[in-house]
């Protein structure tokens, strides 16, 4: 060993981000499986010179007046040579040289060495993916794969597969692009540490909008809740903890910057921002934006469940495309949410004037 070796592990953690006093211990570690392999021993101590850069290893051994265990015990005479004051029974450190070592031996403390830098990189990478657990974070396009769509993505120093399945709408992404992306899980498995991204999750509108408005990173805005049917539309809930401040305003920006700059980066992605409420009414009513409701009847027996009643000529615009209006704004809510028009009727009539029923689902913060 050589100051070489000191200057490998200096580049190894330069390019790798494994630390140097990491691989020392598995260089260590290594020569004292060496140790035990060659010797039958690992009695051993082993500790680098920092002036010469040499791993210096030493094997402690018995002093005995007659050899049985070459590998364990050492003649007195030659124990003086090392300590004079030493007596039979006492140990004494033995310096080696690895030189000595057998080739199986080196083989051996190689592979150590070797599954040393695959495990500092492993823990590296779960290190790495689990600072950014539940983050967006921009992540470099390396490879799509032509027949699933999949897209390998360098995340810092570390990769992740960004599958068809979690891309929003028909976008497409070519190697070298940079895209933001939410860590919605990490997984250590067998074959390593897995970050599972997306960006058809809800919570990456979430992160958008904490990037982009100020008054939501510094708490002065709340995002109490979001809904979203990716690629097509989202709803998100807000409220403000400063009265001077408007929620949907600050989320939007001037002449619809930051809201637009949000849409922009999800394709043309519809986003409806609406002001949260503690009365259940209010909210549900505020939820189904963009269209005007004239009365929320709310169960009187707690089971989450109201009616909802909007201006004729508004229905299909509270109900929406195929019912996502109302199905977005029960995710939002929380609340299983029955539309009527104004001219329609309750109680005795309601069988010939079936409410439009939007499915209830748990809102997602």
């Known amino acids: ?3 070489e070796v000191i200057d490998a592990l200096d580049l190894l953690e330069k390019e790798r981000g494994i630390p140097k006093e990491y691989m020392i211990d598995q260089i260590i570690k290594a ?3 060496a140790c035990k392999n060659s010797y039958g021993n690992e009695n051993c101590s082993v500790h680098l010179n920092e002036e010469t850069g040499e791993f210096e290893v030493f094997l402690r051994k018995t002093v005995v007046e007659d050899v049985q265990d070459p590998n364990h015990e050492i003649l007195l005479e030659k124990a003086r040579k090392i300590d004079p004051t030493c007596v039979p029974g006492e140990e004494v450190s033995v310096q080696l040289h690895t030189k000595e070592f057998g080739r199986i031996a ?3 403390a190689r592979g150590v060495i070797r599954q040393g830098i695959r495990a500092g990189e492993r823990g590296l990478m779960l290190k790495e993916f689990e600072s950014k657990h539940q983050e967006l974070v921009t992540a470099q396009v390396e490879r799509v ?6 897209v390998s993505v360098r995340i810092g120093k570390s990769e992740a597969i960004l599958p068809r399945s979690e891309m929003v709408g028909d976008e497409t992404f070519h190697e070298g692009d940079h895209i933001k992306v939410y860590v919605v899980d990490v997984h250590d498995g067998e074959k390593g540490p897995r970050a599972i991204i997306s960006r058809t999750h809800p919570d990456l509108v979430k992160r958008l909008f904490e990037n982009e408005v100020p008054e939501i990173y510094d708490g002065t805005v709340e995002v109490k809740a979001v809904s979203r049917e990716a690629g097509s539309r989202t709803k998100l809930a807000v409220c403000s903890h400063n009265p001077s401040v408007d929620a949907v305003g600050a989320c939007i920006g001037a002449r619809g910057a930051r809201v637009g700059a949000i849409v922009e980066e999800l394709g ?3 986003i409806d921002i609406v002001e949260y409420d503690e009365d259940p009414a ?3 009513a505020n939820a189904l934006s963009p269209a005007t409701v004239l009365h929320v009847e709310v169960a009187p027996d707690g089971s989450h469940a109201c009616r909802v009643t909007v201006p004729d000529n508004q229905l299909s615009l509270a109900i929406g495309n195929k019912g996502q209006n109302a199905r977005l704004a029960a995710k939002l809510t929380g609340w299983k949410i029955d539309i009527k028009p104004e001219s329609g009727f309750y109680g005795e009539e309601e069988k010939e004037e079936t409410p439009v029923k939007a ?3 748990d809102a997602q913060a």
Do not use: C, L, R
């Open 1 to 3: 060993m050589s100051n």
């Open 31 to 33: 020569i004292t499986t």
């Open 106 to 108: 080196a083989h051996q």
């Open 145 to 150: 794969d032509p027949h699933s769509g999949a």
């Open 268 to 270: 043309g992605e519809k």
């Open 282 to 284: 209010k909210f549900v």
């Open 359 to 361: 499915p209830a689902a």
